[in-house]
């Protein structure tokens, strides 16, 4: 398989806005942190310094420098 970093609208299409902290379903997505964001694979276009991270405390998006730590959550296949 190939595994690869999501994008912003794949990563946002598993929040579950009606749950909080974490604001994805508990229950197929069990354990799922969210003390730190977690990265998508789009740069911003604001620089190559930023990318776009998910947060799954509230299911926001928003950019974040790319030398901070963040989560990852993997996607397989080849992206679309």
Do not use: C
């Amino acid at each position: 398989k190939t595994w690869r970093l999501p994008t912003t609208m794949e990563l946002t299409s598993i929040v579950n806005h009606g749950a909080e902290a974490p604001s994805v379903d508990a229950e197929y997505f069990a354990n799922t942190p969210y003390d730190k964001p977690f990265w998508t694979s789009d740069t911003s276009a604001a620089g190559e310094w930023g990318a776009w991270v998910v947060d799954f405390i509230a299911g926001e998006t928003a950019v974040a420098a790319k030398s901070v730590a963040r989560h990852v959550r993997l996607v397989a296949g080849e992206q679309e």
